[in-house]
């Protein structure tokens, strides 16, 4: 069975840094692309980045040079680093799997959401 | 990488058909067919509904159908049921090489 399971958020002051994982169960990470979600408290979804199984990375340009995604395939883990954290970076993120193949295009298995919030 | 346009909300009866379209540019839904719909309960993760403009993952009911014409995308549902009283997003692909999703649409069954 599929499982995604997301944990290191909580509460960061503005400029802070936060690393997020997502521990995986029921599949590989590095056999398919995985991505980051976020939904501000009352919002839409946001798509933040991605990872593809051979390991390019893309980000979404309101994180693009203060967040960083990477997998550990020992761990079958996948990571979020964020730094330079700011108020509206405070949002629920969801690790979410996408298939083996092709250009991200939709997800499949999603974890349960750790919660960030940026205040002072 | 603007969101995708959809309505803010929807309604319908039980029983009833209703459509949620999901307009892009022709930089992204107009381009691909990488659109795919959730559908999105209070407080809990997204379920994907439709993949690649029509397609149903194994488990979702045959009433939800997708489709879509230039740049907009549209999800169908028929046959309301209670059940379906949720959040709707869709999403696509972009040249940017990035995903963008809709601002959501919230379904409501009168």
């Known amino acids: 069975e599929v499982q995604l399971v997301e944990t290191g958020g909580g509460l960061i002051q503005p400029g802070g840094s936060l690393r997020l994982s997502c521990a995986a169960s029921?599949?590989?990470?590095?056999?398919?692309?995985m991505s980051w979600v976020r939904q501000a408290p009352g919002k839409g979804l946001e798509w933040v980045s991605v990872i593809y199984s051979g390991g390019s990375t893309y980000y979404a340009d309101s994180v693009k040079g203060r967040f960083t995604i990477s997998r550990d395939n020992s761990k079958n883990t996948l990571y979020l680093q964020m730094n330079s954290l700011r108020a509206e970076d405070t949002a629920v993120y969801y690790c979410?799997?996408?298939?083996?193949?092709?250009?991200?295009?939709?997800?499949?298995?999603w974890g349960q959401g750790t919660l960030v919030t940026v205040s002072s | 990488q603007s969101a995708l346009t959809q309505p803010a909300s929807v309604s319908g009866s039980p029983g009833q058909s209703i459509t949620i379209s999901c307009t892009g540019t022709s930089s992204d839904v107009g381009v691909f067919n990488y659109v795919s719909w959730y559908q999105q309960h209070p407080g809990k993760a997204p379920k994907l509904m439709i993949y690649?403009?029509?397609n149903r993952p194994s488990g979702v009911s045959n009433r939800f159908s997708g489709s879509k014409s230039g740049n907009t995308a549209s999800l169908t549902i028929s046959g309301l049921q209670a059940e379906d009283e949720s959040d709707y997003y869709c999403s696509s692909y972009t040249i940017s090489t990035t995903l963008v999703f809709g601002g959501g649409t919230k379904l409501t069954v009168l």
């Open positions: 690649e403009v029509s």
């Open positions: 029921g599949f590989t990470v590095s056999s398919n692309y």
């Open positions: 979410a799997r996408g298939p083996r193949v092709g250009a991200i295009s939709f997800f499949d298995y």
